[in-house]
């Protein structure tokens, strides 16, 4: 580039040439330099969360007299633009970096501290205005902002998460009141078990789903708590006394969260447990997740030459050499999704554990981890919700052609005719092929009435009997 065309700017390692266009600096160009490593730029809801902490401090600082009040307005008017995601293309560097967070730190001082400048009539990469150290990170450090916006984007995210776990879990109670009449073979070990409801089934995952929804809600006390203030280990050196009690309160205005400033800063600033234990409850949730796809796909297998009990909406064409074949790929993109959570969370887990005395250096691991477990859940949800879970309906006709023909209804009877008959009975329908309810009623052991009462929806629901 010529020289028209770029800027100098200077830092502790010497000169560079900068786009003259960029509101990104040298800070950010040595970054992207040094870390070509994920081609993927920090999630947006890790950026805007960074946007709004920078604007939180500005305002603390301009309501303190340590920035004039038109740098602190010019400051906040750019992080609004960044938060809005109107200046998100200028966050350049990759979302693995060294240095635990401060190439982005460092790359959004810059954004908002050129955005500023120009505001007030300067020019990029002047910073006689407005600079990136001296007035946009003025009391901060990459160690207490970097958790601190962690926390708000994460925080969200589980808002996000919460509200679309919390409709996958209707649709399902929606398909157990729907199904609540039609009885079936429940199975355990892949094996024919003893008759239920279908509506049964569809409690039971809706339920797991619900303790999914109440662990979710729940997560955001683990992360309420931040550090903002602590500086660079916790201890507040640089930070006036009264800056580090207020600015959560300004933050807090700013969000909209119920945002607390930590009792102990030095703990917040070097110890990750919170996000561990919000990624094991992300997982727990793919569990269930994986869990309730995999039933899906497996009631709906065949649907000729399988179990085919239930008809799972037909999304898109399912071979390009096998005609009419259609698969049940929402279930399985739902599987995959539940798959990379748990993956995630052992990076969650490794970068958690991997702090070092006064601060943990691998935040953006877990950050790059943490968010994308939340933001690819919540996707998923709403996904396996549309295109999925709302359109099953139930072969009534296979179902009930599944418990005629299985032995395994003996087990209804059981309480009338005895554990020794009840094994000669299953032994007979299994050696002849004949309905065991046929051959109960044959043998003179039940009337029809009985066995229609003992294999009835309600006694397939009752707990117990009678």
């Known amino acids: 580039m010529s020289s028209a065309e770029t800027r100098t700017e200077h830092d502790l390692l010497g000169e560079r040439q900068v786009p003259a266009g960029a509101y990104w600096g040298i800070h950010s160009l040595r970054a992207r330099e040094n870390f070509p490593l994920l081609g993927r730029a920090p999630d947006t809801g890790l950026i805007a969360a960074f946007a709004q902490v920078k604007k939180a401090c500005a305002r603390t600082n301009a309501e303190l007299g340590f920035l004039a009040p038109e740098v602190a307005t010019a400051i906040a ?3 609004d633009e960044l938060a809005a995601g109107g200046l998100i293309d200028q966050i350049v560097v990759d979302a693995l970096q060294g240095g635990a967070g401060t190439s982005l730190n460092m790359n959004v001082n810059e954004v908002l501290a050129n955005r500023a400048e120009e505001m007030l009539g300067g020019v990029k990469g002047a910073y006689a205005r407005v600079h990136p150290l001296h007035h946009v990170n003025l009391h901060q450090s990459t160690n207490d902002t970097y ?9 969200r995210g589980l808002h996000r ?15 157990e009141r729907q199904f609540a009449g039609l009885v079936k073979m429940g199975r355990t070990e892949l094996q024919d078990a003893c008759p239920m409801t279908l509506g049964a089934e569809f409690s039971a995952w809706a339920e797991a789903l619900s303790r999914d929804r109440w662990r979710v809600f729940k997560c955001e006390e683990r992360l309420r708590v931040i550090n903002l203030g602590g500086t660079a280990i916790g201890t507040g050196l640089t930070a006036p006394r009264d800056y580090i009690f207020l600015v959560t309160e300004r933050l807090r205005d700013e969000t909209g969260l119920n945002l607390a400033r930590a009792e102990n800063l030095v703990d917040a600033t070097q110890n990750a447990d919170a996000f561990a234990e919000v990624s094991g409850i992300l997982k727990a949730h793919a569990v269930n997740l994986f869990k309730i ?3 899906l796909r497996l009631l709906s297998s065949g649907p000729r030459a399988g179990l085919g009990e239930l008809i799972l909406p037909a999304v898109q064409a399912g071979s390009s050499v096998m005609p009419g074949k259609v698969n049940p790929v929402i279930a399985e993109a739902v599987g995959q999704v539940a798959m990379l959570v748990i993956g995630n969370d052992a ?21 790059h981890a ?3 477990s939340l933001g690819v859940l919540a996707a998923a949800a709403e996904t396996f919700r549309r295109r999925c879970v709302e359109g099953i309906e139930a072969d009534a006709a296979v179902m009930a052609a599944h418990v005629e023909a299985s032995w395994a209804t003996v087990t209804a009877l059981l309480p009338r ?12 329908a299994r050696a002849t092929g004949r309905p065991v309810a046929a051959l109960a009623v044959e043998e003179g052991l039940l009337d029809q009435a009985t ?4 294999l009835s929806p309600e006694a397939m629901t009752a707990l117990g009997f009678r």
């Not at 005719?417 to 007979?428: D, M, N, S, V």
């Not at 066995?451 to 003992?454: G, P």
């Open 347 to 367: 990076m969650v887990t490794a970068a958690a554990l991997s702090g070092q005395l006064e601060l943990n250096a691998f935040l953006p691991l877990l950050a």
């Open 161 to 175: 998460l919460e509200k679309a776990v919390a409709a996958l879990q209707s649709a399902f109670q929606a398909k």
């Open 77 to 79: 008017a750019a992080a």
């Open 147 to 155: 958790p601190t916006a962690l926390k708000v984007a994460a925080i």
């Open 293 to 295: 796809s995999s039933d």
């Open 417 to 428: 005719i005895g554990y020794e008959r009840a094994t000669q009975l299953a032994a007979k």
């Open 370 to 372: 943490l968010l994308e």
């Open 451 to 454: 066995v229609d009462a003992l």
